[in-house]
């Protein structure tokens, strides 16, 4: 590889880094930017998850503060999403990504408007639950946490197939089922997106056709820029942030849709 194509990679990473440990959206800048650098689409995709798991190192490690108390949640949400980015990884080595290409932008435009929506939301959810218990069927209680598991291992198969705004949909799912602050939901998203990245990345090492100096020149600048994400969350305003959030995954889904149909 030569300078040019890692120092593009190493820029590329550093904004993925930041952005993805923010809002998720790292794959809007590194994946691409493979592209760039004259990686086909299957091998800039492998190769693209391997090098952004250590967004997720960096960001864990800035983000000890929003984590306290969280290990009940991180032990759960990262064992349903790495079993679903195994299954993510099985699919893409064995299916055909023609199909499911032209799903992932409507996906992503889900999570967006769920992230926009998170409060009128939560507002029905907690008014179904009411009526719910009104009526004494007792289910209440146990249909949430499942529906939540269901739903983490689901993105978790999606991050280990494609990837792309995998944690938008992550922090818009959590955001809405979790009565957390958008800091601590983001961290949490990290980790179980993280988790996901890994058995993926894990699976890709043996399997697929990684270019690995362009995955190290991407993971080095996701280091860097990840242990800065977690801090701009801490002091941004969290509705405008939610909302710049939530704009640029409806700016993805547009251009992973026209890319689809070519």
């Given at each position: 590889?030569?300078p ?5 990679l190493?820029?590329?990473?550093f904004a993925?880094g930041?952005?993805?440990s ?10 691409p930017?493979l592209?760039a650098?004259?990686?086909p ?6 190769t693209?998850?391997?090098?952004l798991?250590?967004?997720?190192v ?5 983000s000890r ?8 949640r991180?032990v759960r ?8 980015g195994?299954?993510?990884?099985w ?6 990504e023609?199909?499911f290409?032209?799903?992932v932008?409507?996906?992503?435009a889900?999570?967006s408007l769920?992230?926009?929506g998170?409060d009128?939301v939560?507002?029905?959810?907690a ?10 069927t ?12 269901v739903?983490?291992?689901l993105?978790?198969?999606y991050?280990g ?9 992550m922090?818009?799912l959590?955001s809405?089922?979790?009565d957390e ?6 961290a949490?998203k990290?980790l179980?997106?993280?988790?996901a990245?890994?058995v ?5 090492a043996?399997l697929?056709?990684v270019?690995?100096w362009?995955?190290a020149a991407?993971?080095?600048g ?7 994400g ?7 305003p ?8 939530s704009?640029?995954?409806f700016?993805l889904?547009?251009?992973l849709?026209?890319?689809a149909l070519r």
């Amino acid at each position: 590889m030569d300078p040019a194509a890692a120092a593009l990679l190493v820029a590329a990473g550093f904004a993925a880094g930041l952005v993805g440990s923010v809002a998720g959206l790292a794959s809007l800048f590194s994946y691409p930017a493979l592209l760039a650098v004259g990686l086909p689409p299957i091998a800039a995709n492998v190769t693209n998850t391997v090098g952004l798991f250590s967004t997720t190192v960096g960001s864990a490690a800035a983000s000890r503060s929003e984590l306290r108390g969280q290990r009940g949640r991180i032990v759960r949400f990262g064992a349903l999403a790495a079993a679903g980015g195994a299954m993510g990884a099985w699919l893409l080595l064995n299916t055909d990504e023609g199909v499911f290409e032209l799903i992932v932008p409507w996906l992503i435009a889900l999570g967006s408007l769920l992230l926009i929506g998170r409060d009128t939301v939560r507002r029905l959810a907690a008014r179904a639950a009411a009526r719910g218990g009104r009526r004494g069927t007792g289910r209440g209680g146990r249909s949430g946490p499942v529906a939540l598991g269901v739903a983490v291992a689901l993105v978790g198969v999606y991050g280990g197939y494609f990837g792309a705004a995998a944690g938008v949909l992550m922090l818009a799912l959590l955001s809405v089922a979790l009565d957390e602050s958008l800091a601590v939901s983001n961290a949490l998203k990290n980790l179980t997106t993280g988790a996901a990245n890994l058995v993926a990345a894990v699976s890709y090492a043996f399997l697929a056709p990684v270019n690995w100096w362009a995955a190290a020149a991407l993971a080095c600048g996701c280091l860097l820029g990840s242990a800065m994400g977690p801090a701009l969350v801490r002091r941004l305003p969290e509705r405008p942030l939610r909302w710049a959030v939530s704009l640029a995954g409806f700016a993805l889904a547009a251009h992973l849709f026209v890319s689809a149909l070519r």
